[in-house]
T-cell receptor, first 114, second 114 residues
Framework: DQQVKQNSPSLSVQEGRISILNCDYTNSMFDYFLWYKKYPAEGPTFLISISSIKDKNEDGRFTVFLNKSAKHLSLHIVPSQPGDSAVYFCAARISNFGNEKLTFGTGTRLTIIP | DTGVSQDPRHKITKRGQNVTFRCDPI?????LYWYRQTLGQGPEFLTY????????KSRLLSDRFSAERPKGSFSTLEIQRTEQGDSAMYLCASSYSGDRLEQYFGPGTRLTVT
């Protein structure tokens, strides 16, 4: 059962435009969400996160939006740059002061077109 | 501190052989996680340590897999009698059980079982 879903395996965006990556989840117990970026032959790199008590978190060019009622979150990158080309993973977890294992989606490959 | 490190980065082994991977977490991090990633999938949780105690194991972790974290520092993941289905990227992540909630990943060990 895929609890975190990224339904778009790939996305191409022109340099300078906005990239929007989407993620849906099914487990209402998730209370913290993270986005990771992964280059080939490297481990995932933490990008930005959001707690379920918020609906938006912004860090420079990156903004994450959370819609709890729809169990949906999105990552906005603006403006998109060639270095943003990577695979982006959405992850979620349940905070329990112990094992806070992450449940990942299958990833979206973002390609920025110069 | 340069982040989470893993060794080796690549391992090719024949079916039936045993392999061992090492992870060195960020020094002040007391939580350590192992994940496995196969092609086209996101990382999947395998096991979790808080300090030296292994507190949870996924059902993905068959009895051929064993993990240790002596003295709460580095960790090892051993796979005995490897099978072709064990071919994957094995990722280690660490985090601190304080205010910072993000997990930081190492570069991974890519295992190929022939």
């Amino acid at each position: 059962d895929q609890q975190v879903k990224q339904n778009s395996p790939s996305l191409s965006v022109q340099e300078g435009r906005i990239s929007i990556l989407n993620c849906d989840y099914t487990n209402s117990m998730f209370d913290y969400f993270l986005w990771y970026k992964k280059y080939p032959a490297e481990g995932p790199t933490f990008l930005i996160s959001i707690s379920s008590i918020k609906d938006k978190n912004e860090d420079g060019r990156f903004t994450v939006f959370l819609n709890k009622s729809a169990k949906h979150l999105s990552l906005h990158i603006v403006p998109s740059q060639p270095g943003d080309s990577a695979v982006y993973f959405c992850a979620a977890r349940i905070s329990n002061f112990g094992n806070e294992k992450l449940t990942f989606g299958t990833g979206t490959r973002l390609t920025i077109i110069p | 501190d340069t982040g989470v490190s893993q060794d080796p980065r690549h391992k090719i082994t024949k079916r039936g052989q045993n392999v061992t991977f090492r992870c060195d977490p960020i020094s002040e991090h007391n939580r350590l996680y192992w994940y496995r990633q196969t092609l086209g999938q996101g990382p999947e949780f395998l096991t979790y340590f808080q300090n030296e105690a292994q507190l949870e194991k996924s059902r993905l972790l068959s009895d051929r897999f064993s993990a240790e974290r002596p003295k709460g520092s580095f960790s090892t993941l051993e796979i005995q009698r490897t099978e072709q289905g064990d071919s994957a990227m094995y990722l280690c992540a660490s985090s601190y059980s304080g205010d910072r909630l993000e997990q930081y990943f190492g570069p991974g060990t890519r295992l190929t079982v022939t």
